[in-house]
């Protein structure tokens, strides 16, 4: 089976930078995901990463390790509008999305 | 319309109502799923659909129907849910299976 673990919940300031950990443990390795699912909406695509290494766009970053089975969502500069949870999803050696159970983030003025 | 949209955005119904939920891609790609969101847990997979055949039935009960009468629409068929069914329910689409999922608003459903 998948196991992917993500904290549930942080809070953090306008302005400042918060690190969203996830890890995983599946069956097999074709990419990991991150998505922002603001509350109500559609979960929104964030970044994908398949080799190890950091993924950067604009002020969303996401790293991958692989041998370690961990990843991180960095995300700077917090914009009230970035209150929002935060998705990781493993896809498995076919093409199967396992997600987390997914992190609240609360940016706090 | 654009993107990934669902009908309807919410639904009560009682366990003996029959009910489908509608999803519609405007992207262009040739695979769609249903998830089920269910409140502090991890989004379930629960089918997919490749080139509008089923590729994927993730061990779900039948009292939910998927069908997928063409590459832009998946419907979801209803009958006889139970109280632990109510979750809200996500479509997406990709181009190809190995691609990113968009996802639409989703249909939160209250079964009674």
């Known amino acids: 089976g998948q196991n992917i673990d993500q904290p549930t919940e942080m809070t953090a300031t306008e302005g400042a930078i918060v690190q969203i950990n996830c890890t995983y443990q599946t069956s097999g390795f074709n990419g990991l995901f991150w998505y922002q699912q603001h509350a109500g909406e559609a979960p929104t695509f964030l970044s994908y990463?398949?080799?190890?290494g950091l993924e950067e766009k604009g002020r969303f970053s996401s790293f991958l390790s692989r041998s370690k089975g961990y990843s991180y969502l960095l995300l700077k500069e917090l914009q009230m509008k970035d209150s929002a949870s935060y998705l990781c999803a493993v896809r498995d050696g076919d093409y199967k999305l396992s997600f987390g159970a997914g992190t609240t983030v609360t940016v706090r003025a | 319309e654009t993107g990934v949209t669902q009908t309807p955005r919410h639904l009560v119904m009682g366990m003996t109502n029959k009910k489908s939920l509608k999803c519609e891609q405007h992207l262009g790609h040739n695979a769609m799923y249903w998830y089920k969101q269910s409140a502090k847990k991890p989004l379930e997979l629960m089918f997919v659909y490749s080139l509008e055949e089923r590729v994927e039935n993730n061990s779900v009960p039948s009292r939910f129907s998927p069908e997928c009468p063409n590459s832009s629409h998946l419907f979801l068929h209803l009958h006889t849910l139970q109280p632990e069914d109510s979750a809200l329910y996500l479509c997406a689409s990709s181009q190809g299976l190995d691609n990113e999922q968009f996802f639409g608003p989703g249909t939160r459903l209250t079964v009674l």
């Open positions: 990463n398949v080799l190890d």
